[in-house]
């Protein structure tokens, strides 16, 4: 069965300072991983993607994340953290060899950027 | 806006009531997705459609819930003899296709009283 796991409920970090978002995984093919955002009130805002291809994969609002095979990871960075960057956040992942359509999604990281 | 949209946004209902929420995806989107989210907690899966075949039901989907898609453009999401446990967020989310992102509307706040 598909899992995701974010282990750290909240990241506190200072403005300008990089950012590390926790992420891992567990399924039986291959995994599809997503990050999405969320803001208080909004829906979920998509960041970024793994298929295939490249293990370090850029996205929207200078963020990025590496996919890790051998560590079961996809952890989220961004280089100079902002103060509006504060927000939930989701790693999900879909398996390709259950279809790929069913995307399951961690309990996320609340992020607080001090300005 | 050619984003997925939900209506109602907000949802305030007694225990025992029926309630019904649409999800109008983004419009050349033929697969459509159904999540629910509590306080604290990532979205669950509930329920998939691909045009208007529902392919797959989450456990969590009670007898009491049922989703259609009648001519394979928006979706609906009933839930019948509502109980106080089934206050949440219901998302919903198209995609393009099985590999492609989900993006997902503001959602539905329902209140069960």
């Known amino acids: 069965a598909q899992s995701v796991a974010q282990p750290e409920d909240q990241v506190n970090v200072a403005e300008g300072n990089p950012l590390t978002v926790k992420c891992t995984y567990s399924?039986?093919?291959?995994?599809?991983l997503f990050w999405y955002v969320q803001y208080p009130n909004r829906g979920l805002q998509f960041l970024l993607k793994y298929i295939t291809g490249d293990n370090l994969v850029k996205g929207s609002y200078g963020f990025e994340a590496e996919f890790n095979k051998s560590q079961t990871s996809f952890h989220l960075k961004k280089p100079s953290a902002l103060v509006s960057d504060s927000a939930l956040y989701f790693c999900a992942v879909r398996d390709e060899e259950a279809g790929g359509f069913k995307t399951i999604f961690g309990a996320g990281t609340r992020l607080f950027v001090k300005a | 806006d050619t984003g997925v949209s939900q209506d109602p946004r907000h949802k305030i209902t007694k225990r025992g009531q029926n309630v019904t929420f649409r999800c109008d995806p983004i419009s050349e989107h033929n697969r459509l997705y159904w999540y629910r989210q509590t306080l604290g907690q990532g979205p669950e899966f509930l329920t998939y459609?691909?045009?208007?075949?529902?392919?797959?039901k989450s456990r969590l989907l009670s007898d009491r819930f049922s989703a259609e898609r009648p001519k394979g453009s928006f979706s609906t999401l009933e839930i019948q003899r509502t109980e106080q446990g089934d206050s949440a967020m219901y998302l919903c989310?198209?995609?393009?296709?099985?590999?492609?992102?989900?993006?997902f509307g503001p959602g539905t706040r329902l209140t069960v009283l």
């Open positions: 459609f691909q045009n208007e075949a529902q392919l797959e």
């Open positions: 989310a198209s995609s393009l296709s099985r590999t492609d992102t989900q993006y």
């Open positions: 399924v039986s093919g291959n995994p599809y």
